[in-house]
Structures are given as C-alpha cells and as structure tokens.
C-alpha cells in the first residue's frame, strides 16, 4: 500500500523596529533587558534577531514555525 503526507509549513514573523538611537553590540555589556528577551524567545521555541547601529535605531526581529 502506498502512504503519502503533506505537510504545510506557515511562519510567524513579527519585527519590532524603533528609529532612536541605536548601539554597537560590541560596545556595550549585555544586561538583563537583552539576555531576557533571549530567554524569553527561547523557552517559547522562537528564534530572536537583534540588530542595531548607532544613530539608525534597532530591531527585534522573532520567528516562530507553525505546523498546521
């Protein structure tokens, strides 16, 4: 007999963006604010992105797979 399974793969994307001030990653020490949001994503099995310069702001981009 013959058995086939499709599976569709959606994604969540969500990005958080602000236009402030921004840092240089290798500048600064990273606190709580930063390694929670860290943990935070991870104990929820998402992926977390973090991406910031000086004088153009930062962004928190997450990810997460939804099976359906």
Do not use: C, P
């Not at 990653?25 to 910031?52: P, T, W, Y």
């Amino acid at each position: 007999w013959l058995s086939k399974s499709i599976f569709y793969v959606k994604i969540l994307n969500i990005s958080i963006l602000d236009n402030g001030k921004g840092f240089n990653f290798s500048d600064v020490e990273l606190g709580n604010g930063i390694n929670n949001m860290k943990k935070r994503a991870h104990d929820i099995q998402l992926e977390i992105e973090l991406q910031s310069s000086i004088n153009a702001g930062t962004t928190v981009k997450l990810k997460k797979e939804l099976n359906t």
